[in-house]
Structures are given as structure tokens and as C-alpha cells.
């Protein structure tokens, strides 16, 4: 028999066993301390351009749907459920890329100053290039 005491996480884990709760395996901690990590980075630092401070945005929100998926494949979600969350944090990466391949066709087009006719012209090809995605 053995004369360890036992400690508070034991007492903690006994008490949702007796009570059908399930007890945190090696795996769930470690999802946990990833969804808790990408929400503490979820501030965007200020010195950021409007533009880049929504692509951080946008990739954090993917960062917190990867998270997601790490946690239904520990928990043995079903495959239908798995790819549906999937395709949604696939659609969001991609739509980063499209908005970054628009914002240097923006950036290029622009070279010459700001002519209101131009820049309209840009941002009608802006949204029909993003419509793509």
C-alpha cells in the first residue's frame, strides 16, 4: 500500500472521475496551453499599419480554428465534423494570401501618385481579384 499523499491535481482528477467528468489526458493540456498561448497573442501591437494589423488578426483567427481541430481530433470528433472545420481554417488562409497579393498589386499600381480615376480602376480589379477566393 502505498503512503503517498495524495496532492490537490489528484484530488482535483478523483473528483471528476466520481462525478463522470473526464479527467485531462497529456494531450488535452497541451491544446489547452495552445489555444491559451494564441490568446494571449491575440492584441495586435499598435505600431502596425491598418492593413497589417488585419492580417494578424486574420491569422490569428486561423491560428484559434488549428487549435480547434487539434482539439477535435484529440476528443475523436467525427471525420464530417473534422473537414468541415478544416475547409472553414483552409478558406481563411487562403483569403490572407489573396488580400496579400492584392495589396501589392495595390501598393505597384500606385507608384505614380493618386489619381482618383486610377484608383478607382485599382480597387474595382481589387475586388474582383478577391472575389476569386
Do not use: Y
Not at 48 to 71: C, F, I, M, T, W
Not at 80 to 104: D, K, N, Y
Amino acid at each position: 500500500m502505498s503512503t503517498r499523499r495524495p496532492t490537490p491535481d489528484m484530488l482535483d482528477q478523483t473528483v471528476k472521475v466520481a462525478v463522470g467528468e473526464p479527467v485531462p489526458d497529456q494531450t488535452t493540456v497541451a491544446v489547452d496551453a495552445i489555444v491559451a498561448e494564441a490568446a494571449a497573442a491575440a492584441e495586435v501591437p499598435g505600431e502596425l499599419s491598418p492593413e497589417a494589423a488585419d492580417l494578424v488578426r486574420r491569422l490569428r483567427r486561423v491560428q484559434g480554428q488549428v487549435g480547434g481541430l487539434v482539439r477535435m481530433v484529440a476528443a475523436g470528433r467525427t471525420s464530417s465534423e473534422i473537414i468541415t472545420q478544416l475547409s472553414a481554417a483552409e478558406h481563411a488562409l487562403h483569403r490572407v494570401g489573396f488580400l496579400l497579393v492584392a495589396e501589392e498589386m495595390r501598393r505597384c499600381a500606385r507608384g505614380g501618385g493618386d489619381d482618383p480615376e486610377v484608383t478607382a480602376r485599382i480597387e474595382a480589379a481589387e475586388k474582383l481579384f478577391l472575389r476569386l477566393g
